[in-house]
């Protein structure tokens, strides 16, 4: 009896080490700033990252990831000053249920972009939890960001600028202990929903606006009409639609991209039944009058 009981605690602490609210959804904005010098001239550049549908690869769900990038080249010996626009990807990136975010590398295996159970945990005196940080760079100073209603730990190295270190459901801003001498890239601003943090100090309307062929800027505001809780779920999943008179359609797919349940919502407060689903991370697909979204929902 005791052995049976100490396997459930086991158990229980396994299930219970990570909890997270899912950092990412198709919303999800990075805005970058570069300058450098090519051996030729000094340049800058400006660039959003952002997500666009998704798709399924050797059973996991992946977002569709894209970079649109404004450079401008100056005083270049041949060409002068011009300016040019890039559009890169789609390259696949996940987030799991331990909190580490993958990327599919072009030899279709999976590297870790970052962990964000290792930056929440993270300590002062801790080798500093990036993947690029060099062995010497350890956690200098930790301080707490709000987006919106949820608050992310922003962990420092020995840079202590703003737009240094790395913040967990976000990533890496820019140089933890090192410098850039001849090139320089951070993070200015990060949006999600109608939230967001700036960690520079440009003008983030001065960013590309991101291309989107899968989700229109009409599904984006179906979005911020949506409120789902809670995530991750052992049961009754909530969920409340604000300003809506159509019935709203949903479809429930496991990571397999299988059909596991489908039905109606309507506007105000509406109940999803997962306990009969097993444990797991599932894509909540919502469709109204041809706006579609989905939600990752992790199930515990």
Not at 259 to 285: A, C, H, P, V, W
Request: charged share 15%; aromatic share 14%; net charge negative.
């Amino acid at each position: 009896m005791k052995k049976i009981t100490f396997l459930i605690f086991l158990i229980s602490l396994m299930n219970m080490s990570y909890s997270q609210v899912t950092y990412f959804n198709y919303t999800s904005e990075w805005r970058y700033y570069a300058s450098g010098w090519t051996g030729l001239n000094s340049f800058d550049s400006y660039e959003t990252v952002y997500f666009d549908g998704d798709i399924t690869i050797n059973g996991n769900v992946y977002y569709k990831q894209y970079r649109k990038t404004v450079e401008t080249n100056y005083n270049h010996p041949f060409l002068g000053t011009y300016t040019e626009n890039f559009l890169y990807g789609p390259g696949y990136v996940r987030e799991d249920s331990n909190g580490k975010v993958w990327y599919l590398a072009s030899d279709n295996t999976e590297q870790l972009y970052f962990d964000n159970q290792l930056i929440s945990a993270s300590q002062i005196g801790d080798p500093f939890p990036s993947q690029g940080a060099s062995g010497g760079c350890l956690v200098q100073s930790i301080q707490m960001q709000m987006l919106g209603a949820t608050q992310l730990k922003h962990v420092f190295g020995s840079n202590t600028t703003l737009n240094s270190g790395t913040v967990e459901g976000i990533g890496d801003l820019g140089y933890a202990c090192g410098m850039g001498i001849e090139y320089n890239r951070y993070l200015n601003c990060y949006s999600k929903q109608t939230s967001s943090i700036q960690f520079g100090t440009l003008n983030c309307n001065l960013f590309p606006i991101p291309l989107r062929v899968n989700l229109s800027s009409n599904s984006l505001s179906f979005e911020e009409k949506i409120d789902i809780s809670p995530n991750p779920t052992n049961g009754i999943l909530n969920v409340k639609i604000e300003s809506l008179t159509t019935n709203t359609e949903f479809k429930i797919y496991n990571c397999l991209g299988k059909l596991m349940q489908e039905g109606y919502l309507q506007g105000g407060n509406n109940r999803i039944d997962f306990s009969t689903l097993t444990t797991g991370i599932y894509f909540l697909k919502l469709n109204s009058e041809s706006l579609e979204i989905s939600k990752k929902i992790i199930k515990i």
